[in-house]
């Protein structure tokens, strides 16, 4: 099972950005899609983008155009560049590995919940 440490969450103002970093023990090119998942205090957990097999990218409408998603294959890192942040953001950001059999293109980000694997989380807290 692969493994993964996420960092660089924190706390900011509305309007402000964080990078979010994921370690991955393993190559995530070949083997699995990667995503994005958060969870807010009382909520339920909310797939937040993913990359599918052809990499393509679906985000969640409330993140389109001030979310961006990337990954750099050589260091084995998912990042999660958050731009205009919004108190509604602040949640535990989960970085999800899921297996390539259920990377079908366009899959539904409830997918990253049912069938990824996820690392600790990194808190994302913005205060308005």
């Known amino acids: 099972q692969v493994h993964l440490v996420e960092s660089g969450g924190g706390s900011v103002q509305s309007g402000g950005s964080l990078r979010l970093s994921c370690a991955t023990s393993?190559?995530?090119?070949?083997?699995?899609?990667m995503g994005w998942t958060r969870q807010a205090p009382g909520k339920e957990r909310q797939g937040v983008v993913g990359?599918?097999?052809?990499?393509?990218?679906t985000y969640a409408d409330s993140v389109k155009g001030r979310f961006s998603i990337s990954q750099d294959n050589a260091k084995k890192t998912l990042y999660l560049q958050m731009n205009s942040l919004k108190p509604e953001d602040t949640a535990m950001y989960h970085c999800?590995?899921?297996?390539?059999?259920?990377?079908?293109?366009?899959?539904?980000?409830?997918?990253?919940?049912?069938?990824?694997?996820w690392g600790q989380g990194t808190q994302v807290t913005v205060s308005s």
């Open positions: 990359i599918d097999s052809d990499g393509t990218t």
């Open positions: 999800a590995a899921m297996p390539r059999v259920y990377c079908s293109p366009g899959y539904s980000l409830n997918r990253l919940i049912d069938f990824g694997y």
């Open positions: 393993e190559d995530i090119d070949s083997t699995y899609c």
